[in-house]
């Protein structure tokens, strides 16, 4: 990735609880648009659903060896009613 020896892909969705839930992601990429947003929470007008495994951020970091994290960045944004 980009050169960065640093980085491990981890395919899940971190969550408050280890699960599965399902990702809704706008239908807009059905049409080669590619979305700027998916949710789990968030109702879109068309969607298809992805089903995808949620995690702890502890438990990820354990599974991945990660001892300690300096700093964290991380997008969220407020559902729109």
Same mark, same amino acid.
């Given at each position: 990735m980009? #050169?960065?020896?640093? !980085? *491990?892909?981890v395919p899940k969705? !971190?969550?408050d609880r280890r699960g599965y839930t399902k =990702? /809704? !992601?706008p239908k807009s990429?059905?049409?080669? +648009?590619i979305p700027s947003v998916s949710s789990i929470v968030w109702d879109f007008k068309e969607v298809? #659903?992805?089903?995808?495994? *949620?995690d702890t951020l502890d438990s990820v =970091? #354990?599974?991945?060896g990660v001892g300690s994290v300096? !700093? +964290? /960045?991380?997008? +969220? /944004? #407020?559902p729109r009613d």
């Open positions: 980009n #050169e960065c020896s640093n !980085i *491990t892909v969705a !971190i969550s =990702l /809704k !992601i990429i059905e049409r080669g +648009l298809f #659903e992805v089903e995808v495994e *949620t =970091l #354990e599974e991945v300096d !700093i +964290l /960045k991380s997008m +969220l /944004k #407020e």
